[in-house]
């Protein structure tokens, strides 16, 4: 039986601590726990080492972001599975289960992810991840149970173990080995995307990501970065950093088809009256140009493959079409 570990991200998360990580602790015994702590403000490392005595804390220095900050602190994790659990998700006993069977049994899984569903609402899926994720022709990201905007209530439609192209990174599950030897998370994307970038590498190895559908945690969601001008700018700036470092050089005309939808949709945010949105994505365009030598740089020397995506035009069947369901 290999070794698990669960690690938790922290900054400033003293509030979400004391509503999960008690039952994260209480039905892992499995696992051992750590929290990586990116400089927090408020006592949550002095809460955790009070009230969960057991859960190792890592410290850094700096708030590094999703990518740095994980980097940083599995540098000082031992076992040879690590779940990367954010802090504002809730689990139920044994569900460590599953992952720890398919690892064991699929040598080639490197990745994999329970279904995420919505704290609030515990039969629906929740936004960022659902029942696991892909990418369409242009990088726009859509899970089965989740497409942009419209999420599906849990019927059972996606009861089976199923290989996806990325796995959330609010419930994450990685080998060690693989994650070191790949450098981890690409630190340019800072927060969101990185998971899908470190999957897309993982694809073009000809290794698996998985999702196991016999575990469900329930996400908060938002509970780290709200919808915000913030969110929009990583969003559309990593979706590039994405296209620009995983594309096929034969496909990099894709990037500028991108960049047209990313048009539209600041079309869309100025007729909404969402101006700080709009000039978000005119940001996020400049920080993407400004950059763009520096990612080109951590493009992989290994082929990249051409046959990454299912959906070839995912915003003309969701909003011309009004496909909503997979």
């Avoid at 999957?199 to 969601?221: M, P």
Wanted: glycine share 6%; charged share 25%.
């Amino acid at each position: 039986m290999r070794s698990i570990a669960i690690a938790i991200l922290n900054w400033n998360g003293k509030k979400l601590l004391k509503r999960f990580l008690k039952k994260t602790v209480d039905n892992s015994p499995e696992a051992t726990l750590y929290l990586i702590d990116n400089a927090s403000t408020d006592d949550s490392v002095a809460y955790t080492k009070k009230n969960h005595p057991t859960v190792k804390i890592i410290l850094l220095d700096d708030n590094y972001g999703y990518a740095g900050g994980y980097n940083k602190g599995l540098v000082f994790v031992e076992e040879d599975i690590i779940c990367l659990l954010n802090n504002d998700v809730l689990v139920n006993p044994k569900w460590l289960s599953p992952f720890l069977d398919h690892f064991e049994k699929h040598p080639k899984t490197v990745v994999a992810q329970p279904h995420i569903m919505d704290l609030n609402q515990p039969n629906k899926f929740e936004y960022g991840g659902a029942a696991g994720g892909f990418i369409d022709r242009l990088g726009y990201p859509y899970c089965r149970g989740r497409l942009f905007n419209h999420i599906e209530y849990d019927h059972g439609q996606y009861d089976i173990d199923e290989k996806i192209f990325w796995a959330s990174g609010a419930c994450f599950f990685v080998r060690k080995k693989v994650f070191m030897s790949l450098k981890g998370f690409d630190e340019n994307f800072f927060a969101h995307m990185e998971e899908i970038d470190f999957c897309w590498r993982i694809f073009n190895l000809n290794l698996d990501v998985y999702s196991l559908y016999k575990t469900k945690v329930y996400h908060l969601g938002g509970g780290t970065l709200k919808p915000s001008p913030k969110k929009t700018f990583l969003n559309f700036r990593n979706s590039l950093y994405l296209l620009l470092k995983n594309l096929p050089k034969n496909r990099s005309f894709l990037i500028a088809e991108r960049m047209m939808w990313d048009g539209m949709a600041f079309l869309f945010f100025i007729l909404k009256f969402e101006f700080s949105n709009a000039l978000a994505i005119i940001k996020a365009h400049y920080s993407f140009y400004k950059n763009r030598s520096r990612i080109k740089e951590k493009i992989s020397l290994n082929p990249l493959s051409i046959n990454y995506y299912t959906e070839t035009y995912l915003p003309i069947r969701y909003f011309l079409l009004k496909k909503k369901n997979l």
